[in-house]
């Protein structure tokens, strides 16, 4: 069955950088949708960046042009490269995977079947 495992979560100051990791089994990064989420305490989750199986990559508006998604298919493995984090990034960050063919070409608007454990990044002021 397919699990996503993510790591690389930790606390970090303001201004500083995390680079999260989503180790992918039972399916393949190549070709898929796949996405990062997060969720802060009392408030709902949300999308943070979204990559199709083409490399082409969105992001929420608050996090443009800080965070970077990324794939290594030869590993199997999803990234979300965070720089200039700042206290309102901190959050529970998830990884999610669409495998249906719709989100193969609208992976924007794709619903996510499979999520991971999550993983908790901390950013102090």
């Known amino acids: 069955q397919v699990q996503l495992v993510e790591s690389g979560g930790g606390s970090v100051q303001a201004g500083g950088s995390l680079r999260l990791s989503c180790a992918a089994s039972?399916?393949?990064?190549?070709?898929?949708?796949m996405g990062w989420f997060r969720q802060a305490p009392g408030k709902e989750r949300e999308g943070v960046a979204r990559?199709?199986?083409?490399?082409?990559?969105t992001y929420a508006d608050s996090v443009k042009g800080r965070f970077t998604i990324s794939h290594d298919n030869a590993k199997n493995t999803l990234y979300l490269e965070m720089n200039n984090l700042k206290p309102e990034d901190t959050g529970m960050y998830y990884c999610?995977?669409?495998?249906?063919?719709?989100?193969?070409?609208?992976?924007?608007?794709?619903?996510?079947?499979?999520w991971g454990q999550g993983t908790q990044v901390t950013v102090s002021s």
């Open positions: 999610a995977a669409d495998l249906s063919p719709y989100a193969r070409s609208w992976c924007p608007y794709a619903p996510m079947h499979y």
């Open positions: 039972g399916m393949t990064t190549s070709g898929n949708c």
């Open positions: 990559i199709q199986g083409n490399g082409y990559a």
